[in-house]
Each structure stands twice: as C-alpha cells, then as structure tokens.
C-alpha cells in the first residue's frame, strides 16, 4: 500500500516544539488512524508537523500521493478543526449571542448553506464533478434539508457536516479531524460516526487521521490507533472496537433482493468467536446467500449493515483483508476449479486464497499441506491431477485447503457432498477435534443433513424462504 504520510525519526527544527522522543509515523491509503492520549500528550503536535506548521529536520517527513497529487500539500491534505464558536467561519459581524437574535443577520455578510456550498463548487478545478460530489454528499449527510439555513443558525452537528463538505469538495487524500466529537450528545455523535463511515465507502482509499482524548470516542471504523504520551508517539497498533472484539459477525436487518425476488429478508444475526452453528433450511432459502456475505464474494454486503471479525463492512477493508481470516469450502467454490493444478496445488492454494499458485510456497506451509492431506487420507493423492481425482477425491482437497491456514473461522457450505461413509465420520471426528482443542475458533456449517453435524454444534440458524 502507498505510503501518503511518513515520518522518519523526525525532530523539530524549533526546539520549543520538541517531542520527548524522535516521531515516527505512518499513513497508508486507505488507513483510518485515530491518535488518542491525555490532553497535552502531543496529538496536536504531531498534526502541526504533519502539516508543516512547525517543521521536522530535513528528509525526516514524505509525502506520496500518486497519481492524485495536487500542487501543495495544502490541498492534498485537509485539516479540519471543529470549534464551539462560530466566530471566523461565518461573519466579521459576529458576537455571542447572534445565533439567537437572527433579525441582526444581514445576509450580505452571512451566508447560507446553499452560498457556502456554491463558493466551493465554484473554486473547484473541476466544477462538474464538484457539483455531482456535493449533491451527494448533501443528499448523504443530510444538508440537502438545511441549504436555505444561514450558517450561523446551523447545530455543532450540522456545521459539522457542512465543514466535512466542504473540505471534501476539494478532493483531499488525507483528512485529518481534530475532535470530531467534542461538545456532541450521544445520538449527533452517533450520527456524525455513520456519516463518517459512509465516507469511508464512498472513498476507500481517502487517508483519515482523527484525534481523540478518550478511548471510548474511538468510532468503529478506525483501523488503526497511535497512542501518544509524554510527547512520545508510540507505534501504530490494528483496532478492534472493545465492544466487538469478541463478535466474528453481526448482521443487522440484513435484505437481499435480486429484482423482485427477496432471497434474505430482515436478517439479524450475530456470531461470537469460538460458536459453533449449523444453518439449516429448504432449498432456496438464502443460506449460500448468507455464506456469500459472510466471504465477500457477494456485492450487497456494501449496502448492508454487516460487521466482520468486529469492522463494518465497507469501511476501507479489501475483500483479501477478510479472507484471509476465513477457510471457506461451497459447491460454487469446488466448480471453479478449472485449471490444470495437481491435488496438493489445490490445498496450497488456500494459503492465499487465490484458485492457483501466486507465491511460492514456504517449507513450513508445505509441512502443513502435507499433515492436512495426511489426516484427511488423501496424502498419496498429493501429485495426482485434481480434475482426474474423483468427485469425493476433490472435496476432501478442498476441505484440507479450508484447513491449510489454520484460519478464525471456517465456513463450510455442504462439505461433506461426495463423501462415503467412512471420509464422512473422518471429516465429522476431525471438526470435534479441532474445534474442541481450539476454543477461540468459530464454525459456521451448512447442511440438510442432520447425521452430518459434528458434535462440536451448540448454535442452529433456520432459514425460511422469504
């Protein structure tokens, strides 16, 4: 991934602007980092070097946005720091209590949400485009409703989103948010974090960088923290809301529909780490639907609201960010093996979730192969043409593939399709095993067949045609 911020054990030139320790940091496309430490611990500070206003020993600090690079920094980056007064922003007019004495307004001084949107639609360098991103961001956020309001009259919820607009018109990579939250009830927080999330669908490659000064304002979206104390900024960790840490999947009103034919209507659903479920119901009841969701092989998922491994769906995560924590074994899967790959290839091949061999393969990875296909009785198989074993042959490949990595979760959508009896208590004795010797593993089965559930099952999901 690009690196849009680095630095580099940076000092200040300007010794009153000193850290305690020499900053190092970094920003990838499409990271959403929330800097988090007492007041005075140094978050604004390092946002000050970030932006040049006090500046860092020579080569310590580089920018790379690609392709997308404007002319300055300045417009590549936007900083936006929320203020409780309106003062600056709005008119040289203003005083205390102007919000509330609104005949004192004199609107040739004090735009309009409408006005302000329009100047900046009209400063972009490509106004067609501006146009179509402020309409709906407008439409997105709510300020479709407010474009006759002057912006002095506007909630600190409100002027927020004007504010993000407003720096979003301009195209920015990185987005820099200093207490986005301050000064906000529980239900506008609520609020600006969904927009805020919905930003980061509609921009997945937009860099975020908020600061906050309590743990528990930390939105759901971020996927990484820096914590800063004492003038040190301390590296860069992965994000698990506390919350959800212990939430593989939650699924919330979930309705999938193709035309005028709802598969999933209403759904909700959520798995924790260490269940185990079978999902059972008629034929066309949406459960290979469900599994699609789950494996981010289905397009929907962006239009739904869908937690996985404790990260919204849609929030800047690729579709490899996902699998790679999931073994995965479906009928749809066991048909697109096509080419002309060896049996061990196949089981390889989960190492990367890929239908073939990218990378080479270490010895290590080669040893596991080798213990799954070796358990599943298909060792002596390992060299054979995946296409000329049988049909039972393949399954129990694709099932030592599912195994391979030694994934969080498996997902296993009719596995045992093929089997004979004995592979079937194999594969059943096999799942007990490993699911009983590894407490915070998760299972998720589909099957129609109650005799093929392992022991292991203690959660039944029942789906009915909609």
Request: charge should be neutral; proline fraction near 5%; aromatic fraction near 8%.
């Amino acid at each position: 991934m690009r690196k849009l911020i680095e630095i580099c054990d940076g000092k200040a030139i300007q010794k009153e602007f000193a850290m305690a320790s020499p900053v190092n940091f970094c920003l990838e496309e499409g990271e959403r980092i929330a800097v988090y430490g007492p007041n005075g611990s140094g978050k604004s500070r390092l946002v000050e070097f970030i932006t040049g206003r006090y500046r860092l020993n020579p080569g310590a600090l580089r920018f790379d946005f690609g392709e997308y690079s404007k002319r300055f920094n300045c417009e590549n980056i936007k900083l936006i720091t929320f203020r409780d007064s309106y003062g600056g922003a709005t008119d040289e007019g203003y005083y205390y209590q102007k919000r509330w004495n609104q005949m004192d307004i004199d609107p040739e001084f004090v735009p309009t949400v409408r006005a302000v949107l329009e100047k900046e639609i009209e400063a972009a360098p490509d106004k067609t485009l501006a146009h179509q991103t402020a309409a709906s961001l407008s439409r997105d956020f709510g300020l479709d409703k407010l474009l006759d309001k002057f912006v002095i009259t506007l909630s600190s919820g409100e002027l927020r989103k004007l504010q993000l607009t407003k720096a979003l018109l301009a195209d920015p990579c990185v987005l820099i948010i200093d207490n986005p939250f301050i000064g906000l009830d529980e239900a506008t927080r609520e609020q600006l974090s969904h927009t805020l999330a919905a930003l980061c669908s509609r921009k997945p490659a937009l860099g975020i960088i908020l600061l906050v000064s309590r743990k528990e304002e930390i939105p759901d979206f971020v996927t990484h923290i820096v914590r800063t104390s004492e003038l040190n900024v301390l590296p860069k960790c992965p994000y698990v809301p506390e919350k959800q840490a212990d939430e593989v999947i939650r699924m919330s009103n979930i309705r999938i529909q193709y035309d005028d034919r709802t598969i999933i209507g209403g759904l909700n659903w959520t798995v924790r780490k260490g269940e185990h479920w079978v999902v059972t119901g008629a034929n066309g009841s949406g459960k290979s639907t469900l599994l699609s969701l789950i494996c981010a092989d289905n397009p929907q998922a962006y239009a739904c609201n869908i937690s996985l491994f404790g990260r919204r769906r849609g929030t800047g995560e690729s579709i490899w960010d996902i699998k790679k924590r999931i073994g995965f074994v479906s009928p749809e899967l066991h048909r697109s093996f096509k080419f002309n790959l060896s049996l061990r290839e196949v089981v390889e091949s989960g190492f990367f979730d890929t239908l073939g061999i990218p990378h080479s393969v270490s010895p290590e990875q080669r040893a596991a192969a080798n213990q799954w296909m070796e358990q599943l009785g298909i060792a002596e198989l390992s060299g054979k043409p995946f296409q000329k074993c049988s049909s039972g042959e393949q399954r129990l490949a694709l099932l030592a593939r599912a195994f391979v990595k030694d994934p969080e979760l498996l997902v296993l959508d009719e596995p045992m399709h093929g089997l004979d009896d004995f592979a079937r208590e194999n594969v059943r004795a096999l799942l007990d095993d490993y699911f009983v010797s590894q407490a915070d593993k998760t299972l998720i089965m589909v099957t129609h067949y109650w005799k093929e559930m392992p022991a292991c099952i203690d959660r039944y999901l029942m789906l009915s045609k909609s």
